[in-house]
């Protein structure tokens, strides 16, 4: 693909988080951008804003004149999107260039020195915190995020002079094949998306083929103890990471007065008093993973240490949206059982003495049909859950698929409720709440500034 060539680009599905990126990237180039999505959102509203021409009909008369060449005109498509979809269907048979969203980025990011954070869960946060330490430092970076930066308010980060680009690397629909990285993070190996690849051992497989497609001369920074046999082309280096093992790792953490620090234990020279700007226990293994990508891409010790401290978090992700001495509310993207299960010890490790309440809306029911038990396990390190309807995505109901099975194995004793997620604000309005998280990767998301509204009257 000639990028220089192509005069517009049309997205289907443009609202995603990942599409997003690349919308404003080719708007940075001063391509005419349009594209479809299914609903309207604050980041599409914001994506209009930045010039692009999105449109919520899918009817094919709904296109823009601007995208009716089909010589001049990229079309690209995210994976969740169903292979019969009617603009689809009609670009295909009317000889427009269709790419996948993961081509794309690996088209655009194969000339650089990709730094890259793969895994089951943690990736999203990894990828921004890398991109916080270089875009801050001297090195600088390119950036496609699977989540907003706080401290940029966008998915997005450019720069005219680094030599790498960051990149969150997705396994769904084997995404991350595209890739070919510089130095990657693996975070996590937990089975997931079963509906595509059908065995953990296939799960488990994409990953080795993946650090197959690492530069000679480049980084596996993988987490310590994860399942994962990699294979590393001649010349790769193979290191480990977690909070207490591995070549790097965290030591003296101090957890206190709502900060934390820690002391980080690397091969590439140690760095003390790192403080987090998001403290939150799980952000240790986080940030000591970014870390480690940014000491091999040649960030000074001084450098990581004043990013990791200036550092403002991801868009729910561990997004604190109430923190007061009587109230806390956190919106957290959590929708796997063991990110959730870290979400909550991380907000146990905070708020020791206070009750814990959390709203869960399930993702996807083949995830709920393969991991029903886990997440019932997971939800029940809480003293209180809400549990609503499965948020169904690019699914079709399973039958004997509900949220129902989750609730049915929580541990007896803890409170709970099942409820329809239109219920939720009515619900709060006589619930006794001290600490409260939203989790999951549906739009319970919508109704956190309602929720806000109903807390703070009691602040």
Not at 245 to 261: K, T
Not at 320 to 348: C, G, N, W
Request: glycine share 8%.
């Amino acid at each position: 693909m000639d990028v220089n060539s192509l005069k517009a680009v049309y997205f289907i599905g443009a609202g995603g988080i990942g599409m997003s990126a690349l919308v404003r990237y080719f708007l940075s180039k001063g391509m005419k951008v349009g594209g479809y999505d299914r609903t309207p959102s604050d980041l599409t509203q914001k994506l209009i804003e930045e010039g692009a021409q999105i449109y919520y009909d899918e009817r094919v008369e709904s296109i823009p004149t601007d995208f009716l060449d089909a010589t001049s005109t990229l079309i690209v498509y995210t994976a969740a999107m169903p292979n019969d979809h009617v603009l689809l269907q009609y670009f295909r048979n009317h000889g427009y260039t269709i790419y996948k969203r993961a081509q794309v980025l690996g088209m655009l990011t194969h000339s650089s020195k990709g730094l890259c954070a793969a895994g089951t869960h943690g990736k999203t946060t990894t990828s921004t915190m890398t991109a916080h330490l270089l875009h801050q430092s001297k090195v600088g970076c390119d950036a496609f995020l699977g989540g907003i930066s706080k401290n940029y308010g966008t998915n997005l980060l450019l720069s005219d002079t680094s030599e790498y680009v960051v990149i969150e690397a997705d396994e769904f629909d084997r995404s991350f094949h595209w890739l070919t990285p510089y130095a990657t993070i693996i975070t996590a190996t937990d089975a997931d998306h079963l509906d595509i690849y059908g065995t953990e051992e296939a799960y488990l497989e994409s990953f080795s083929h993946y650090t197959s497609l690492i530069q000679p001369g480049g980084f596996l920074i993988m987490r310590h103890g994860i399942n994962l046999q990699p294979r590393l082309q001649e010349g790769v280096k193979l290191y480990t990471y977690s909070t207490e093992e591995g070549d790097f790792h965290a030591e003296n953490i101090r957890i206190g007065g709502g900060e934390i620090l820690f002391d980080y234990i690397s091969p590439l020279g140690n760095i003390q008093d790192v403080q987090l700007g998001v403290p939150v226990a799980i952000n240790i293994e986080n940030g000591i993973a970014a870390m480690a990508l940014a000491q091999v891409s040649g960030v000074t010790n001084e450098e990581i240490k004043a990013g990791m401290a200036s550092f403002r978090g991801v868009d729910r992700r561990f997004d604190f949206k109430i923190k007061t001495d009587k109230m806390v509310y956190l919106s957290d993207y959590a929708h796997h059982p063991e990110e959730i299960k870290q979400s909550i010890l991380s907000m146990r490790a905070l708020y020791k003495d206070k009750k814990l309440t959390a709203i869960f809306q399930p993702h996807l029911y083949t995830r709920t049909r393969d991991f029903y038990q886990e997440f019932a396990e997971s939800l029940s390190l809480l003293d209180e859950v809400i549990i609503t309807e499965i948020y169904p995505a690019r699914e079709l109901p399973i039958e004997g698929v509900s949220s129902q099975l989750i609730y049915d194995h929580l541990r007896p004793g803890i409170e709970k409720t099942l409820c329809k997620k239109e219920d939720i604000l009515e619900l709060l309005k006589n619930k006794d709440i001290e600490v409260l998280m939203t989790l999951g990767a549906g739009d319970v998301e919508n109704y956190v500034p309602q929720i806000c509204e109903i807390l703070n009257k009691r602040c």
